[in-house]
């Protein structure tokens, strides 16, 4: 009985720890854009925020298939300016891409909308 209590407890663990809490933004041509808002963190004048695209069908790049694309954002909300500082993607929930920003930092203007909408609806300051 322990034993079973102890791994009951595990798998609860284990799931909290990869819970992720989503957010629609948008939907537009199979693709719905969510945020994660558990991921909104202050980094000095900066916030960190991730956004998943998740497409109706998987995609496919060389021999990788996707169906999900998450980008970490940094973003300046006053300036208008973001930074993705990393790009994974996943296949029905399983990471099978994943890759560093390899830029130094720099922030770029971003005029579609998405940081307004994250900055002011969001982001809590």
């Known amino acids: 009985m322990k034993k079973i209590l102890l791994i009951l407890m595990s798998i609860i663990t ?3 720890v990869y819970a992720e ?3 629609t933004m948008l939907r537009n041509n199979g693709i719905t854009f ?3 808002l558990d991921s909104i963190k202050k980094q000095g004048q900066y916030h960190h925020v991730v956004v998943a695209q998740k ?3 998987s995609k496919t790049e ?3 298939k996707y169906n999900e694309l998450r980008s970490d954002f940094i973003l300046d909300c006053a300036s208008n300016r973001e930074y993705i500082s990393r790009l994974s993607r996943y296949q029905n929930g399983s990471m099978v891409w994943e890759m560093a920003n390899p830029e130094s930092f720099k ?3 971003n005029d579609s909308g998405m940081i307004e ?3 002011e609806n969001e982001i809590k300051s």
């Open 55 to 57: 497409f109706n069908s």
């Open 117 to 119: 909408y994250i900055c």
């Open 62 to 64: 060389g021999t990788l």
């Open 107 to 109: 922030l770029e203007k």
């Open 34 to 36: 969510q945020i994660d």
């Open 14 to 16: 284990i799931q909290s």
């Open 21 to 23: 809490n989503f957010k």
